[in-house]
């Protein structure tokens, strides 16, 4: 029989929020490891926000870091550009300021792929000092590189 943590995780990385839903008020424990080791917010459809907002209410930790790449969500949401993902992590305490094991930031993720929209967040939510390849480039060329802030 599948435990209540694989269901959890499957539902959350097939995007189905009402299945989370209901697993979560059933008392299906939100940071519970999958058999693969992951938690629900680790293996979650970055696409579906709702999915994060309610593993993130049920208290699910936005900072869980992958043990093997340190990647954490934002890390995710930031390099496939899912912006509404990205801002209920923040929300709920994620932080931005994190490397992975490469020594990328969510930033240069988001930089590398072109989600312009995401970056500009990242840079204006960290005060544009988080680095960001973008960030250093305007630094060293000494331009100021504008970053609109989003009020969400």
Known sequence: MESSADRLATAAARG???EVRALLEA?????ALNLHGRSPIQ????GSAR???????HG???NRADPATLTRPVHDAAREGFLDTLVALHRAGARLDV???WSRLPVDLAEERGHRDVARYLRAATG???GGSQAR??????TGGEVAVLRI
């Open 16 to 18: 189905r929020a009402e």
């Open 27 to 31: 008392g299906a424990p939100p940071n």
């Open 43 to 46: 293996v979650m459809m970055m």
């Open 51 to 57: 999915v994060a907002e309610l593993l993130l209410l």
């Open 60 to 62: 699910a930790d936005p």
């Open 99 to 101: 490397r992975d094991a």
């Open 128 to 130: 544009g000092t988080e």
């Open 137 to 142: 480039t305007n630094a060293a060329e000494g």
